[in-house]
Structure formats: structure tokens, C-alpha cells
């Protein structure tokens, strides 16, 4: 079975040229919690979804994959 991907988060980091390391600092997060998100592994919480936006300073829609074709 294929992994799904729910989040965008390693394309934003990419777009808005931060590093993983730089964002799991940020939320005193370990870095491989950050890379579990990235590689969809294991999915934020809300809570971490609305912090990692914030730090990007996106829309927290924007790290999420569309449900709309």
C-alpha cells in the first residue's frame, strides 16, 4: 500500500527556504520528530500545525494536501 501524504510541510520549509533543524529549534522539537512530520511518517497535532504556519507565516491550509481534484 502506497503512503499517503497529508502534509505539505517539507515542500513550505523547501518554498520558504528554512531548514527542518531551524523549524524543530523553533517548536523545541527533536529533529527527527520534524522529519517523522516530513516524510508523513506520523502527522502534527493541531495544535503543531498552527505553530509551524505561524512560523512560516502561511495560511495552515497551505501545509495540508487539497481534498479537491
Known sequence: MDKINYNRIKAVLAEKDVTSKALAKHLDKTEQTVSRWCTNDVQPSVENLY???KFLDV???????STKS
Open 51 to 53: 505553530q509551524i504556519a
Open 59 to 65: 495560511d495552515i491550509r497551505e501545509l495540508l494536501v
